[in-house]
């Protein structure tokens, strides 16, 4: 049973920095299809930052250059470096273990954590 457990949520004014941390556990092997989407109040999930495969992420244009995925292997530990944050980025943030077929990662129906609260004040 995967399960995948998120920390690292808090409230920071705009321009703060938080990290917010995944630990993920129930694999044999090492996961690396992993990412984090976010929600809003109102508005659908969306995603935030997630690994195409191994070692290779991709971001949202919304925040390209402030934050920053990374995986550690040997923790089975996801994080998300978040910089210069902004009041739209205030959302509840879940962490999301994906699919893997052929190398690449599917997040379609992925295994979800409970979320961590983010909250940026202007």
């Known amino acids: 049973q995967v399960q995948l457990v998120e920390s690292g949520g808090g409230s920071v004014q705009a321009g703060g920095s938080l990290r917010l941390s995944c630990a993920a556990s129930g694999y044999r092997n090492s996961p690396y299809c992993m990412g984090w989407f976010r929600q809003a109040p109102g508005k659908e999930r969306e995603r935030v930052a997630t690994f195409v495969t191994h070692g290779m992420p991709t971001y949202a244009d919304s925040v390209k250059g402030r934050f920053t995925i990374s995986l550690e292997t040997t923790k089975n530990t996801l994080y998300l470096q978040m910089n210069s944050l902004k009041p739209e980025d205030t959302a509840m943030y879940y962490c999301?273990?994906?699919?893997?077929?052929?190398?690449?990662?599917?997040?379609?129906?992925?295994?979800w954590g409970q979320g961590t609260q983010v909250t940026v004040s202007s």
């Open positions: 999301a273990a994906g699919k893997t077929t052929l190398n690449l990662c599917f997040y379609d129906d992925p295994y």
